[in-house]
């Protein structure tokens, strides 16, 4: 198998044909179809496969059990309407990386895996990162079980049907403790690459991000009849407040979206009784996010008061910054420069990686691949297959410095 071969047989799995775009969410037919092209190309190539309590996905080279592994992979879910190589990239990737250390002959000294965690996007749920926030301790049993869908179905309900066990979920700290590093290969989601003109980078750091809900609620009421005067209508305080979070991202220069919605009862010819509207908001250190974030609460409060409406805001998730392991940052910079004495490029992202979530845990670094135009989270996501491939490459020699005697 080639990783264009394997790209074509993964690419069509969960894509809409209106769109082209992805809609693989956690525990859906999509994601299932994931999860059997994994366990396909585990097995073609006769690795020890198998699904851990949380659901994630392993395919072992060596013993799972003699610690000290290196691990690469990355995710098979996708946002609404996502892209083909957002998590993707990274696991077809570690396949063909797979494929290229054997076709060089080189002898294992160590235990490789290659997985697919779990539910990284957070679609279906509102979470980012469970499968691997759950195996790192990050998510208790309680929490996951509160995790429902936009139907009201839960988290492990929705395992079950999927013909998973949902029982055994929660940490695994001795899966853990058998790992020495984990390698992440992702599209980058930005254009630092396509700017330096590489092919390759390194991540330095994640940027603190999070997830918070703004419950805007005033008076449903005949859209008609009532009186501009007489409205609590909380449609205007949402809509002011996410022009808001754009100036207080602007000024700090950091990010702030509002990029889902729900309003009950939801008719064109009423006036709302609540908006509820999330906010993504990222930014390069701590002290900025929380200026931005209580700028954008600060303004919503103001606007709320001043028409009569009430709001609640939670925060639902956060991450916190995410400084990669430098050894093993250095280590991959050592390897991938030594043949041509050149820095690869070493750069920070405001997008959460399962790498990010396990780096509290284990040694973990991150390898991105070159998108002409920096779009991710679309259909319009891309990667050209000569880049792709020089990432397999640079995947292989990072997986044979590090796991090969
Ligand atoms: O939201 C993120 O940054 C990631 O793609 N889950
Ligand atoms: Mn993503
Ligand atoms: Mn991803
Ligand atoms: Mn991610």
Not at 40 to 48: D, V
Not at 132 to 143: D, I, K, N, P, Y
Not at 247 to 254: C, I
Request: glycine fraction near 12%.
């Amino acid at each position: 198998m080639t990783f264009h071969s394997m790209w074509a047989e993964l690419l069509p799995i969960g894509r809409s044909s209106a769109s082209g775009g992805y809609r693989r969410y956690a525990w859906t037919g999509a994601d299932s179809d994931c999860r059997a092209w994994f366990k396909e190309q585990a097995e073609a190539r006769g690795l020890t496969y198998e699904v851990d309590r949380n659901g994630n996905q392993w395919a072992w080279v060596g013993d799972p059990g003699a610690g000290d592994a290196v691990v690469t992979g990355s995710h098979l879910d996708s946002v609404p309407d996502g892209g083909a190589f957002d998590g993707p990239l990274g696991v077809v990737s570690s396949f063909a990386a797979l494929d290229e250390l054997r076709g060089r002959g080189v002898q294992f000294g160590k235990p490789l895996a290659i997985v697919n965690f779990g539910d990284e996007e957070g679609a279906r749920f509102g979470l980012a990162c469970v499968g691997s926030r759950l195996t790192a301790g990050e998510l208790t049993v309680e929490q996951a079980h509160r995790l429902t869908d936009g139907d009201g179905i839960s988290l492990p309900k929705a395992m079950e049907a999927a013909g998973y066990d949902p029982d055994g979920i929660g940490a695994d700290p001795e899966r853990l403790a058998r790992i020495g590093a984990f390698v992440e290969l992702h599209v980058e989601q930005g254009r630092a690459l396509d700017l330096s003109g590489d092919r390759v980078g390194i991540a330095s750091a994640i940027w603190p991000h999070g997830r918070w809900r703004f419950d805007f609620r005033g008076e449903a009421n005949h859209a008609g009849t009532t009186r501009l005067v007489d409205r609590r209508d909380p449609m205007l305080s949402y809509a002011e407040t996410v022009l808001a979070a754009r100036r207080e991202a602007e000024l700090a220069g950091a990010v702030a979206t509002f990029g889902k919605i729900s309003v009950e009862p939801n008719g064109v010819n009423a006036i709302p009784s609540l908006v509820r509207g999330w906010l993504d908001s990222r930014a390069a250190d701590q002290e900025t996010l929380d200026t931005v974030v209580g700028g954008i609460e600060k303004a919503a409060r103001a606007y709320a008061d001043a028409h009569g409406i009430d709001l609640d805001v939670v925060r639902e998730s956060f991450t916190p910054v995410v400084e990669f392991d430098h050894a093993l940052r250095d280590e991959l910079g050592r390897i991938l420069g030594k043949d041509t004495g050149l820095n690869v490029p070493v750069l920070g992202t405001g997008a959460g990686h399962d790498a990010g979530i396990l780096s509290g845990r284990i040694p973990t670094a991150m390898l991105f691949v070159r998108n002409p135009t920096g779009v991710s989270h679309s259909p319009a996501e891309f990667a050209a297959e000569d880049d792709c491939v020089a990432g397999v490459s640079a995947l292989a020699d990072v997986l044979e410095g590090l796991a090969c005697t």
